[in-house]
């Protein structure tokens, strides 16, 4: 082949290989993208699940359907709530074509946790088809209408990051279902109260008291699926901190929970693998949180773990490396995958992220079907 003939082919390669993701980004409305790039397991095909998450409904809404957080109506969907339908739409058309058994949301369904938002996602969630397991993200955690940033406009806020609660409450008849739906259900700690010493509060004149504390429900939680067993296990590490001052909510990091003033989430995951991880074959456990592991390589660094939490998580995961196979999240916004390693470049997991439902950021409206073998 000549060098130009080269050159003039892989630019056209490149167009049609970029281009459709380009019209994606831009084309609001455009159908989802669908990503197969990352499976489980190798040999035969045996079934496949979907991640999407990210949903967001409600943004660009400062004040959702009535007004206030605690608002009971249940309205419009909104750009982003229309974005969810049509990924749920995309799956009910096409789980028996794909094997497709169950669904995973990956957190942050509402924009601001109002409660007219978390409902508006769930009446769509609830229009699919298949089992779906959601979990909870920054967004869902600490409700309040308005903008965010205090200054942009009026807003009421809630007095501390009740977000889990609400969420357990609306989720309850599907939580209540998912039993019968797995095997070995595991409850965790998701519908018992923890108290959380590291929660903060906010007084009459919006003002945080820091390490207020409140009782959390750490969205934790965990099932198995397939033959050999998968082992999915749902840990709840959005912090419950308020955001700096001037905004409301809760700021996006991560938490571990693991202190003299709380034993929640990260505490309970490790009791938990240490406990399970023999009953399956080598790869076959699955972590799902809202927050990626990763060494805060993002361009929004800092919010997700720490450098200390980050060392913390994969330098223990080393001891469960062979078990491990998995890490699937949200967050922030990309749909990547990667080696989830510790400081020492050990290699502990596969870390999958998944793009949101509301596109932007690079993503088109992504939906992911994990293929699974065995
Ligand atoms: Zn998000
Ligand atoms: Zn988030």
Sequence with gaps: MKRNQFFSITIVLLLLITLPNFLGFIGAGNPSNVDYSE???????????????????????????????????????????????????WINCNHVKENIKFVIFGGDLADSGEKSELRKGKEILDTLAI???????????????????????????????????IWKDLFSNT????????????????????????ADKIDENGNVIEDAGCYSFFQCFSFDYGNPSWHFVFADFGTRDHAPSGYRGVHGGADLFDSAKVQGTWPWLKNHIAGTANNYKDDHLVIITHFPPTKLDAPWGQMSFSFS?????????????????????????MERA????????????????????MGGHGCA???RVIRVYD
């Design 39 to 89: 499976t489980m397991g190798s040999g035969n095909f045996q079934w496949a699940f979907a991640v999407i998450t990210d949903s967001h409904v409600g943004g660009g809404i400062p004040e959702f359907d009535g007004i206030g957080w605690d608002d009971g109506a249940s309205g419009i969907d909104g750009t982003n709530g229309a974005y969810l339908r049509e990924a749920v739409g």
């Design 131 to 165: 089992p779906y397991v959601p979990i909870i993200g920054n967004h869902d955690m600490w409700p309040y209408s308005g903008p965010s940033k205090k200054s942009d406009g009026e807003g009421i806020e809630a007095k501390h990051a009740r977000g889990d609660e």
């Design 309 to 333: 939490e980050y060392d913390t998580i994969t330098r223990w995961m080393a001891n469960f490396q062979n078990k491990i196979g998995y890490w699937f999240a949200g967050h922030y916004h």
């Design 365 to 367: 409206h992504c939906i």
């Design 338 to 357: 990667y080696d989830v390693e510790t400081y020492g470049s050990r290699t502990v997991c596969r870390g999958i992220e998944t793009g949101p439902t």
């Design 175 to 198: 939580f209540a279902n998912l039993r019968y739906s797995f095997m070995n259900w595991n409850d965790g700690l998701r519908a018992v109260p923890t108290w959380n010493g590291e």
